[in-house]
Structures are given as structure tokens and as C-alpha cells.
């Protein structure tokens, strides 16, 4: 399991090599690569991460898109921290994202 405490205090942006599309209401990652065989595939999100999707800007914090999330879904605290870190982890693995 990962631990949300060691990413609280770090602001992450989108890559420039994923584009995200909104198609028939679900948000869908695509990677841009140089060529097809490069793509690992599309990604698509579900309601919470596609919100925290939106709330990757480079302005805010991990902990401040945690409490926006808190704010927004009903989920508890202790499972907000655990998905919102495995889910940067994700973007992070497929570098979708990256640490500023």
C-alpha cells in the first residue's frame, strides 16, 4: 500500500505526452507517442479520478486536492489517501505526471 504522507506537500503537473478527451461523459488518457508501437495503451478514468485529473495543475498540493476530494465524494479519509496515492502512482509509472 502506498502512503499519501510522502507525496502531501508535492504539486505534480500533466505530462505533455498524454492528452486527456472527455467522450460520452468518461474522461480518457491517451498517451502521444511517435509512433504507434510506442503506446501502451489509453486510460480510461472513473468519476474520482477523472476529478483529480482536473485538479492536477501545478498549483495545488496533494493535500489540498485530497480535501477537495473529501469535500466532493462521500469516501472516508483513510480510503481518500490510499486511492488518491495509488492513483498518482499510476500517473507517475506511465508518466503522465510529473513532480514540480
Known amino acids: ?3 499519501v ?4 506537500n ?3 503537473v500533466k505530462s505533455d505526452s498524454i492528452v486527456s478527451r472527455s467522450i460520452a461523459g468518461e474522461v ?3 498517451p502521444i507517442r511517435k509512433t504507434a508501437a510506442e503506446v501502451n495503451g489509453v486510460y480510461t478514468l472513473n ?4 476529478r ?6 501545478g498549483e495545488r498540493t496533494v493535500e489540498q486536492i485530497q480535501s477537495c476530494i473529501l469535500e466532493e465524494f462521500e469516501v472516508t479519509p483513510k480510503d481518500a489517501e490510499r486511492d488518491l ?3 498518482l502512482m499510476q500517473l ?5 505526471v510529473k513532480e514540480i
Open 1 to 3: 500500500m502506498v502512503d
Open 5 to 8: 504522507s510522502e507525496f502531501v
Open 10 to 12: 508535492k504539486r505534480f
Open 28 to 30: 480518457i488518457l491517451v
Open 47 to 50: 468519476e474520482v479520478a477523472a
Open 52 to 57: 483529480i485529473w482536473e485538479l492536477i495543475d
Open 85 to 87: 496515492a495509488e492513483f
Open 92 to 96: 507517475l509509472k506511465v508518466e503522465a
